[in-house]
């Protein structure tokens, strides 16, 4: 896989935290919700969904789609279960993408995915960060150095890495739009703007129907996530990284609650 590609692809995969933090572009602060035509856009905070997940496992293989090609680009897996830290209960969300490029263990409160704690790696990249709060503390470092991270947010946010039980959560209809508010130690607050397009049949399936829902993270490439009408699980989606390429990613096992 050419360099220039594998560059595109790693931003593709960041748009839902398959790496946690090789390519998030700095971004300013999220804008309050606002209405712009169509359906109001709705800024969705930790606090605003209540939850009720339990253990979880997606295992999903990505692959890179040429015209006259499919080239795989591996797998990756996500695994959700119920923990204890710091003696309060918590979800200890497992994201890893396979070769070791990246590991991300994020501890976030069951009821609201307020984050908790982030530990991680990706390529030359780690960070280990701590939140009470809006408040976060910890360390980052990447190819300059070693840098701390203590800061106080203007508003509660989502760690960007559970974007995808964010997405799943919410209340999908056709012209539905929201904004997720996120953060991430390295680079600052961020949004994630998403948009339900449709449903359509799951691209490789001949009767599953989903939401078409167009995700825009701040900074990153933009894509078309299909979350299941039924159980509303995400089942995959499709970023196009290049002229005639396109990375897609599709869930081969879905088990648990939530």
């Given at each position: ?45 930790p606090g605003d969904l209540a939850f009720d997940l339990g253990s979880r496992t ?116 056709p012209g539905y739009r929201a904004r997720i508010v996120t953060y991430d130690a ?14 359509a049949t799951m691209p490789g399936s001949r009767d599953r129907r989903v939401w ?47």
């Amino acid at each position: 896989m050419a360099g220039a590609t594998r560059k595109r692809l790693r931003q593709a995969g960041r748009a839902l935290a398959l790496a946690a933090f090789l390519a998030l572009i700095r971004t300013e602060a999220p804008a309050a919700a606002q209405e712009t035509g169509g359906l109001p856009v709705d800024t969705v905070r930790p606090g605003d969904l209540a939850f009720d997940l339990g253990s979880r496992t997606d295992s999903s293989v990505l692959s890179i789609l040429r015209p006259d090609t499919v080239v795989s680009a591996g797998r990756y897996t996500s695994v959700t279960t119920p923990v204890r830290l710091g003696g309060r209960d918590a979800l200890l969300v497992v994201e890893e993408l396979s070769g070791g490029r990246s590991l991300d263990s994020i501890w976030v409160a069951p009821r609201s995915l307020a984050p908790l704690k982030h530990v991680g790696r990706a390529g030359g990249t780690t960070m280990d960060v701590t939140w009470e709060g809006t408040r976060v503390t910890g360390s980052w470092t990447d190819t300059a150095g070693t840098h701390s991270a203590d800061t106080t947010l203007a508003e509660p946010a989502f760690d960007q890495s559970v974007a995808q039980l964010v997405l799943e959560a919410l209340p999908l209809v056709p012209g539905y739009r929201a904004r997720i508010v996120t953060y991430d130690a390295a680079h600052g607050p961020g949004w994630i703007d998403v948009e339900v397009r449709g449903e359509a049949t799951m691209p490789g399936s001949r009767d599953r129907r989903v939401w078409v829902v167009e995700v825009r993270p701040a900074g990153l490439l933009a894509g078309l996530h299909y979350i299941d009408k039924t159980s509303r699980r995400e089942l995959g989606w499709d970023i196009q990284v290049g002229e005639g390429e396109a990375a897609r990613l599709i869930r081969s096992r879905v088990s648990g609650g939530g």
